[in-house]
């Protein structure tokens, strides 16, 4: 089940190729896309519904994505910044992330 109906995920180890135009494509399968925010070498994308998100991480997390084996899971708890009115993750994501790239090689 989701982490707290959350309809956000998380993807990492990204190959530095992909473009957001290619994750829109790969991961619209799974249901409406609200956000994507591509990084180097990983990316948020939230759909519409949690529902759709639990199916994207069932069906993409260990997948080879654009010759990388990603990681697929879901994004911890959102943080807003009212500066900039744009939703930022939390630092555990990005221990994960690091975690994954350093640690497990």
């Known amino acids: 089940m989701s982490r707290d ?3 956000q995920i998380f993807i990492a ?11 829109e494509d790969e991961f619209k399968q799974f249901g409406a896309i609200r956000n994507i ?6 990316a948020f994308i939230e759909y519409e519904h949690y529902r759709d998100a639990d199916d994207a991480i069932k069906e993409m997390d ?4 654009e010759g990388n084996r990603i ?3 879901h994004s911890r708890k959102k943080i807003i910044d009212n ?3 744009k939703i930022l993750n939390h630092f555990a994501c990005f221990f994960f992330f690091f975690f994954i790239l350093f640690y497990r090689r």
């Open 5 to 7: 109906r959350n309809p």
């Open 71 to 73: 990681v697929v899971q």
């Open 83 to 85: 500066k900039n009115n």
């Open 13 to 23: 180890k990204l190959s530095s190729n992909v473009r957001e135009r290619d994750l």
């Open 62 to 65: 260990s997948r080879r994505f």
């Open 37 to 42: 925010e591509l990084k180097r070498g990983y």
